[in-house]
């Protein structure tokens, strides 16, 4: 375990250095050129400047009130399959659409049933669905509230999660080792299938290709705001409970310091040269909702504070400062019942 004592100098050095020569200065650079020349070096080093779509099969489906449900397999252009649920609106009208980001949370045997409820789930995953949903979401299943709202809906298991859940916690590093290995960082495959299914929702017919979203809280939220920078079929971008300075979040006690978790967050490809904030803000000038709780151990309110200054600063440079909120909530790491409600309030704004 690393903790204050025993973190290696040259570790330490690094993190205080706090230099990332790729970050966006509102003294010498315009917004927009630097912008385009970052997100080229970014989707460039991460092997994601060409995005496939993912192809579909349909396993099974199911009727929900309003709704109708699918149980898909999407298949990426790196060979691995995942599964998904679709939930849309029982309409033949255009909707907006969300790519709803699941948490990591140390819990892998659910992925996307952490945000959709199908009526008709296994059920040897119901006591960890139920465990977990009053945990984290407040009882409640944010895919199936966006759908009632009119919206299309589409959640994949993550590498390691649900019907990828490989081996549990102490397999993570393993995981991410072995693809090191050739040079491929867990994240940036994490993040590759995101944007093939991505592409693959945006494509769905009766989707409105202008108003599509990315939403996600924890994991959820690192990957919600990444989207949002690097693809434009993203128009708006919620990102819970994942924000902070590198220098802020490599701490005692933090997961950036810890590893384990870390690993499916961290990209190597672009480490030292762009901070999160930075990095999230290519998606500026598009609307934009942050949040946090103000007692998330995870992401201290002056850790989360000092990234939100500055995001604030590039949305100020793209010259649409009103298209970005932070927020802190009372609580720790929980996207409560209130905070939901902010977000779909918000959604309906915004997209």
Request: aromatic share 10%.
């Amino acid at each position: 375990m690393i903790d204050a004592e025993n973190m290696c100098g040259i570790a330490r050095r690094l993190r205080d250095r706090n230099h990332f020569e790729w970050n966006f200065d509102p003294e010498s650079l315009d917004f927009q050129s630097w912008k385009s020349a970052t997100c080229g070096k970014v989707r460039a080093a991460l092997h994601v400047d060409h995005v496939s779509r993912a192809t579909s099969s349909v396993i099974s489906e199911w009727s929900d009130g309003d709704a109708l449900g699918q149980e898909l397999e999407l298949g990426f252009s790196n060979g691995e399959t995942t599964r998904a649920y679709l939930l849309r609106p029982k309409t033949a009208a255009p909707t907006a659409a969300v790519l709803l980001l699941h948490d990591h949370g140390s819990f892998f045997s659910i992925g996307k049933e952490k945000l959709i409820n199908r009526p008709d789930e296994n059920p040897q995953l119901l006591a960890d669905i139920e465990q977990w949903s009053a945990k984290l979401y407040g009882g409640r299943f944010v895919g199936n509230e966006l759908v009632r709202r009119g919206y299309t809906v589409l959640c994949a298991d993550a590498l390691g999660w649900g019907s990828r859940k490989g081996n549990g916690y102490e397999a993570q590093q393993a995981l991410a080792a072995n693809l090191m290995q050739f040079g491929i960082s867990y994240a940036s495959v994490i993040l590759s299938e995101d944007l093939e299914a991505l592409a693959f929702l945006r494509d769905l017919p009766g989707i409105d290709k202008s108003r599509i979203a990315s939403l996600g809280y924890s994991m959820g939220g690192s990957r919600s705001w990444q989207l949002a920078a690097l693809s434009d079929d993203v128009s708006v971008c919620v990102a819970g409970g994942w924000m902070g300075t590198l220098q802020g979040l490599m701490q005692p006690g933090n997961n950036q310091w810890r590893g384990q978790s870390a690993f499916s967050m961290l990209h190597p490809q672009i480490a030292g040269k762009l901070d999160y904030p930075h990095f999230a803000a290519l998606a500026a000038p598009k609307p934009a909702l942050f949040f946090t709780g103000a007692d998330d151990r995870h992401f201290p309110e002056s850790v989360a504070t000092e990234a939100y200054r500055q995001l604030q600063t590039i949305w100020n440079a793209a010259g649409a400062p009103s298209r970005l909120e932070t927020r802190l909530w009372p609580g720790g790491h929980v996207f409560s019942i209130e905070q939901q409600d902010h977000v779909f309030d918000w959604l309906a704004q915004n997209l």
